[in-house]
């Protein structure tokens, strides 16, 4: 059975992995958060999976030393003072497709420091599930400002299915870009919804490269906004 740690086991992302890898009896899994940190950092680990990093864009644009530290500094730290036989970073498609925003360069500077040896990075796209609460979505689910280009594409995917795709290919190594093997635009999602909002901002594509055949379609997200937006 291997050891392994989830960093950020209490966030979006590192809550529904943790809960995915505990089904699976190949793992034994550590939950990390801010609370006892330094008393894991001193284990030995199987795999350590960093799913801390900040995912907030607009805040990494208005503090961008504060974005550094936690997306940068605290990977290295883990890459550098954790002991394990395998890093996983949870990254995303940013590190390649925003390296003009502070935001996106800094996921890639994270990228540079883990990719090494057997290491895994897998970069997401924008996922959605019933523990989502902000981004540009939600924005529209609110009749709300979007601040960015209505033309925008995402390759969007479900949480339970990204986590799920993570659990079973820990063995996997370089770069994988995880999620729906098309996309869909945010302005072709407000017309599904019969909604009119105001796109403002630059157009931010997040559409994965090389998927595979088993990634899903991305127009699974107007399910779930349908059903979604009989509750609000």
Do not use: C
């Not at 959605?128 to 960015?148: A, E, P, R, Y």
């Not at 996997?172 to 999602?189: D, H, P």
């Amino acid at each position: 059975m291997k050891q392994v740690a989830v960093i950020g086991s209490g966030g979006y992302i590192g809550s529904a992995l943790f809960e995915k890898l505990q089904k699976d009896k190949k793992y034994k899994v550590t939950g990390v958060t801010r609370d006892n940190y330094s008393y894991f950092s001193k284990r030995s680990f199987d795999i350590v999976i960093n799913a801390a990093m900040p995912a907030k864009r607009l805040w990494a644009e208005q503090n961008p030393e504060k974005d550094f530290i936690e997306t940068v500094r605290k990977t290295a730290d883990l890459v550098y003072t954790w002991k394990y036989k395998k890093f996983v970073q949870i990254s995303t498609i940013s590190a390649r497709s925003e390296l003009d925003k502070v935001y996106g360069r800094n996921k890639a500077a994270a990228e540079k420091i883990s990719l090494f040896g057997n290491n895994l990075i897998v970069r997401l796209t924008s996922t959605f599930g019933d523990t989502l609460s902000k981004g540009s979505v939600i924005d529209i689910l609110n009749k709300q400002k979007v601040w960015v280009d209505g033309r925008s594409r995402y390759s969007f995917a479900s949480l339970d299915f990204v986590t799920e795709w993570i659990a079973k290919n820990l063995d996997r190594t370089g770069i994988v870009e995880v999620g729906a093997r098309n996309s869909l635009s945010l302005e072709a999602i407000a017309k599904h919804l019969k909604i009119v909002v105001p796109f403002q901002g630059k157009l931010d594509h997040q559409i994965v490269k090389n998927p595979l055949p088993e990634f899903p379609d991305a127009r699974e997200i107007l399910k779930y906004l349908n059903e979604r937006i009989k509750n609000i």
